[in-house]
C-alpha cells in the first residue's frame, strides 16, 4: 500500500512495506494527546480504517511552571513545542531565563535566581537636617529618618516600594543654644539671645567699654552650646578733666 495513510502530526512509520490485507497502527508524534488507530492494507492499495484518529497538542501543566521566590512568567496556556519566558517581578532584581514547553507536557527550563530589590536613600534625607538607618533596605522592609542632633521633632517611618522609599520627611525645629556664650566685663552678648542650631552671631562691648580684641563670631553648634566666641572690653578712660576745663 502506497497510500491513504493520514497526514498531519502522525506517527506512521509502522505502516512502511505493508502488503494486502496487513495492518499497521498509527499513532500521534510526542508532544500530541496518545491515541492511535489501526489501518489495513486493501486490495486497491489503500490504507483504511474505521476508527477516528484525532491528536491535540499537549498543554503544559501548571505543576511544571517557573516556579521560584520573586519569579514570574508568560507560560500559562503554553503548548507542546512553545517558549515562553521566567523573569523577576519588579520588587525583585535578576535576569530573566527562558522555558520551553516539552513533548512529555513538562517545561523545561532553569527559573531566574531574583534577590529583593534594594532601596536607595534619597536625596531628600541626605541633608544634614536627617539622620536615617535605611542604607541596604529591601523591598517591603521598613527603616526610620529622624532629626539630626541639635534639632526637634518626631522620628517618620520610612517604606522600600519596588526599589523606591516612600515616607513622610520628619519635621524639624532647630534648638536654642544656652551655654558657653562667654561673659566677661562689659560684654555684650544681645544678638546671640534666641539663636538656633547652625545660627552665628557678634559680640560687642556695652555702651561705655571698647574692645582690646577683634571679636570672633559665634556658632550655635548642634550641642546647645556656643562655640568660637572670643571677646574682651575694657571701660573707657574719662578724659583728664583739668585738660578738658582748659
Known amino acids: 500500500c502506497q497510500a491513504g495513510l493520514p497526514v498531519g502530526p502522525y506517527d506512521n512509520t509502522s505502516c512502511a512495506d505493508k502488503a494486502v490485507d496487513e495492518w499497521c497502527l498509527v499513532t500521534c508524534l510526542p508532544g500530541y494527546t496518545y491515541n492511535s488507530a489501526v489501518y489495513y492494507c486493501g486490495v486497491d492499495g489503500l490504507f483504511t480504517t474505521t476508527q477516528n484518529l484525532t491528536c491535540e497538542r499537549l498543554k503544559c501543566g501548571a505543576d511544571t511552571m517557573p516556579m521560584a521566590v520573586g519569579v514570574t512568567s508568560d507560560c500559562a496556556g503554553k503548548l507542546a513545542g512553545e517558549a515562553c519566558t521566567a523573569q523577576c517581578r519588579p520588587e525583585f532584581s535578576g535576569n530573566a531565563t ?99 542650631t547652625g545660627e552665628s552671631c557678634t559680640l560687642s562691648c556695652k555702651l561705655g567699654y571698647m574692645a582690646t580684641s577683634t571679636p570672633s563670631p559665634c556658632t ?27
Open 220 to 246: 550655635c553648634s548642634n550641642t546647645g552650646a556656643f562655640s568660637g566666641c572670643s571677646m574682651t572690653c575694657s571701660l573707657v578712660p574719662c578724659l583728664n578733666i583739668s585738660s578738658a576745663g582748659g
Open 98 to 196: 527562558d522555558f520551553i514547553c516539552g513533548v512529555d507536557g513538562d517545561f523545561i527550563g532553569v527559573p531566574p535566581n531574583c534577590a529583593l530589590l534594594p532601596c536607595e536613600v534619597p536625596q531628600r534625607l541626605q541633608v544634614s537636617l536627617f539622620e536615617q538607618d535605611c542604607e541596604g533596605v529591601l523591598h517591603g522592609r521598613e527603616c526610620t529618618a529622624w532629626c539630626a542632633t541639635g534639632y526637634t521633632g518626631l522620628p517618620k517611618v520610612q517604606r522600600c516600594l519596588a526599589g523606591n522609599l516612600t515616607g513622610d520627611e520628619p519635621e524639624c525645629t532647630p534648638n536654642q543654644c544656652t551655654t558657653r556664650l562667654p561673659g566677661g566685663l562689659g560684654v555684650n552678648t544681645s544678638d546671640c539671645n534666641g539663636k538656633t
